[in-house]
């Protein structure tokens, strides 16, 4: 989606964020609370040479002009920009296969690993890396409280009020469907009165199908409740103005 934008917008300048932690408790074991906490910090000084968020905020408000792009996996509210006026753009993905592809990324990110690396790592990681897709899912079913509905945490950030897709309605700029790219990027153009070309590359090297059975689907159902809700409103939405405007839905 960043490239999306970049190619329509060739002339703005783009501030690129890392993957940021807001809250490390997320990580349910001192080995994910380390990586997160790593991973940020690892962004934050290649792209910025700092190792404060805050810090990087202030340099993109100095730097920044209108018609740039900050691009990353963001909260809605997470940029510290008071006087920017923001354009927030989204784009979701179906939760169950987004669990599918997050556990075959983990997957093969723990098998890349040395041996030795393997010793040190715990929780999500090695979940993912030594157990089937089944009981990977149960154990992020019984952490839900970290592992559940992130989609609708990113929409509505600090907002966990009301409903989801109402929310992303009256607070985004644009938003759509992954299943439904060509049609995200044909009503983009018209709101930017640019041409914006699709583009998606699936970047795991050997992804993995998996057959749910129904207890596997009655865990997903509980832990991404609010989720496939915000989905299927937006799939729901998104052909509906598809259909509108002549497509073939």
């Given amino acids: 989606m960043r490239d999306m934008v970049k190619q329509a917008l060739p002339d703005s300048r783009t501030f690129r964020m890392p993957h940021l932690s807001p809250d490390l408790s997320t990580g349910i074991t001192c080995y994910d609370r380390f990586r997160l ?88 990681l090695e979940i993912a890396g030594t157990r089937s897709f089944s009981e990977y899912i149960a154990y992020l079913h019984d952490h839900k409280w970290a592992f559940g509905n992130k989609a609708t945490s990113y929409v509505m950030g600090n907002n966990p009020d009301g409903d989801p897709f109402e929310f992303m309605c009256r607070n985004y700029f644009h938003f759509g469907i992954l299943d439904e790219m060509e ?38 159902e509980e832990l991404l409740d609010k989720d496939l809700q915000l989905y299927r409103k937006t799939v729901d939405f998104v052909r509906a103005e598809k259909a509108a405007r002549g497509r073939p839905v």
């Fill in 183 to 220: 049609f995200f990027a044909e009503e983009l153009s018209q709101k930017l009165n640019r041409a914006v070309k699709s583009t998606w590359i699936n970047r795991t090297r050997n992804p993995v199908r998996h057959s749910l059975s129904s207890t596997d689907e009655a865990i997903l």
């Fill in 37 to 124: 906490k790593r991973r940020s910090l690892k962004g934050l000084w290649q792209g910025y040479r700092t190792l404060s968020e805050a810090e990087v905020w202030k340099k993109i408000a100095a730097a920044s002009n209108e018609g740039d792009i900050v691009s990353g996996h963001l909260r809605y509210g997470a940029p510290q920009l008071p006087d920017v006026k923001l354009d927030c753009i989204t784009l979701l993905r179906n939760p169950i296969d987004r669990m599918v592809s997050e556990y075959n990324y983990h997957r093969e990110g723990y098998q890349a690993r040395s041996r030795l690396h393997k010793v040190y790592m715990a929780g999500l």
